[in-house]
């Protein structure tokens, strides 16, 4: 059990497109997500945390209406980059934690995002 | 910062051999755990080890927890090919929302 489904896995658009990422887990109830961003070669930089029914908690310097996130189910995240350039091009992965569980979490095959 | 730094920043081995990466953090922690990724792909969960637990065994995968020192290794032994990955140790927020940081992460290359 714990799979996460992310989609798409990879997009390629023009410079100033909207762009949404999925996030689903398939088989548990996450009470909260997170969506990170990661750049070649290094770690995981947290971007906000997404709790069903609520606004998302966004980390230091991350841009909030920039990077527009929903989190309307138990199932379901969504993280829509607005009016796309090439500087956030990169590599965002979702994860899910099961309600009422540790600090376990479980990723999405991440979304290669690449704007032109 | 929480950030745990990783050491070696890159291992390269033969396949067989045992592989251990070490994982230093900042502040107290409730528990530390080891992700894999594979190149393109999101994280897997490897193994959880509580702050009251010293060592873990999952296994080919050995952990150990130094509250004291603030550090962690992730031992893999008799390493295959398909060990290659990069792997990432994760201390959680006492904040809530089980949030977690990743540490800087160790490329782990294992030749046939």
């Known amino acids: 059990g714990a799979v996460v489904s992310q989609h798409p896995s990879r997009v390629i658009c023009k410079s100033g497109t909207s762009v949404k990422i999925e996030c689903r887990s398939l088989?548990?109830?996450?009470?909260?997500m997170f969506w990170y961003r990661q750049f070649p070669k290094q770690s995981l930089m947290l971007m906000a945390t997404s709790n069903e029914g609520s606004k998302a908690t966004y980390e230091q310097g991350v841009e909030k209406d920039k990077f527009l996130i929903n989190h309307a189910s138990l199932t379901l995240s969504t993280l829509t980059v607005t009016s796309a350039h090439p500087e956030d091009s990169s590599f965002y992965i979702c994860s899910a934690s099961k309600q009422g569980g540790i600090s376990t979490q479980h990723f999405g095959d991440g979304t290669r995002l690449s704007i032109l | 910062s929480q950030q745990g730094e990783e050491d070696p920043q890159a291992l390269s081995i033969q396949e067989g051999e045992n592989a251990t990466m070490n994982c230093s953090y900042k502040?107290?922690?409730?528990?530390l755990q080891w992700y894999r990724q594979n190149s393109g792909r999101g994280l897997v969960h490897l193994i959880l080890?509580?702050?009251?637990?010293r060592e873990k065994h999952s296994g080919r995968l050995r952990v150990t927890l130094d509250t004291s020192k603030k550090s962690s290794s992730l031992l893999i032994t008799a390493s295959r090919a398909a060990d290659t990955a990069s792997y990432f140790c994760a201390t959680d927020d006492s904040g809530g929302y089980q949030k977690v940081t990743f540490g800087t992460g160790t490329k782990l290359q294992v030749i046939p």
């Open positions: 502040t107290s922690i409730n528990n």
């Open positions: 080890i509580r702050s009251n637990e």
């Open positions: 088989d548990f109830q996450a009470t909260t």
